[in-house]
């Protein structure tokens, strides 16, 4: 996949899970937070399918943005 095409899918996917987590972190329910998660189990398959590089590299970006949400 061209790199630019990879990067601008990746920016929506994590738009798309940036809007699972739309909530600071007190205010998640259990209901948000499995959303969350099966939001970024679904694309982990989906770059893992893409190769090793894509793969470690949205894993890095989900769990940067995992960890913003935890520690606001």
Known sequence: MDQKKLFYNMCMDLWALGKELDKPRVDM?????????????????????????????????MMSILDYVENS
């Open 29 to 61: 329910t259990d209901e948000d937070w499995t959303r969350a998660i099966g939001k970024m189990d679904e694309l982990t398959v989906k770059y893992k399918a893409l190769g090793v590089r894509e793969h470690d590299l949205i894993s890095k970006l």
